[in-house]
Antibody, heavy 117, light 107 residues
């Protein structure tokens, strides 16, 4: 059974940093692109970042480019999102998602990040 | 790049059918293969319901079906049940932009 378990969310002040983690199990982690998708309170879904199977290629939505860094460790079946220079508009539930064939075929339960003073 | 366009709401009575549209461009829908649909219940994670416009993953009830016409993808829920009440989102893999979401209400 595929499981994705996020952690690391919480309350942070504007300008602060936070590192989200995603522990994966139930599939061959090293064979799949992985992503972060977020959802602001009461709003829709927004793709944030993607990372290739071997970690060599990464993509970001424009609003987080230069502030967020996606990374992975295939030996630990782990995915991370380092978030720096956080803004109020980054407040959201962040989901870890496994890529299938042109889709997100499995999602974690999400971790809430609140950016507020 | 623009997000895909979905109606904000849709509704139907139990047993009826309802169709939710998702409109993009020739580039991200019309001439593209990978558009998928997700169901999200309040406070829960999204769940893949339809991939590649029409493919239903294992475990998804066959009441859910997808189609495509021109630059519009559609999700149809037949034989509506109370548990189908949720938000539904489409996404084109070309841009990784989601539609704004459609709140489906079962009357």
């Amino acid at each position: 059974e595929v499981q994705l378990l996020e952690s690391g969310g919480g309350l942070v002040q504007p300008g602060g940093s936070l590192r989200l983690s995603c522990a994966a199990s139930g599939f061959t982690f090293r064979n799949h692109w992985m992503d972060w998708v977020r959802q602001a309170p009461g709003k829709g879904l927004e793709w944030v970042a993607s990372i290739k199977e071997d970690g060599t290629t990464k993509y970001y939505v424009g609003s987080v480019e230069g502030r967020f860094t996606i990374s992975r460790d295939n030996a630990q079946n782990s995915l991370w999102l380092q978030m720096n220079s956080l803004r109020a508009e980054d407040t959201a539930t962040y989901y870890c998602a496994k890529e299938g064939r042109g889709n997100f075929d499995f999602w974690g339960q999400g971790t809430l990040v609140t950016v507020s003073s | 790049q623009s997000a895909l366009t979905q109606p904000p709401s849709a509704s139907g009575s139990p047993g009826q059918s309802v169709t939710i549209s998702c409109t993009g461009t020739t580039s991200d829908v019309g001439d593209y293969t990978y558009v998928s649909w997700y169901q999200q219940h309040p406070g829960k994670a999204p769940k893949l319901m339809i991939s590649e416009f029409t493919k239903r993953p294992s475990g998804v009830p066959d009441r859910f079906s997808g189609s495509k016409s021109g630059n519009t993808a559609s999700l149809t829920v037949s034989g509506l049940q109370a548990e189908d009440e949720a938000d539904y989102y489409c996404i084109s893999w070309k841009t990784k932009l989601f539609g704004g979401g459609t709140k489906l209400t079962v009357l």
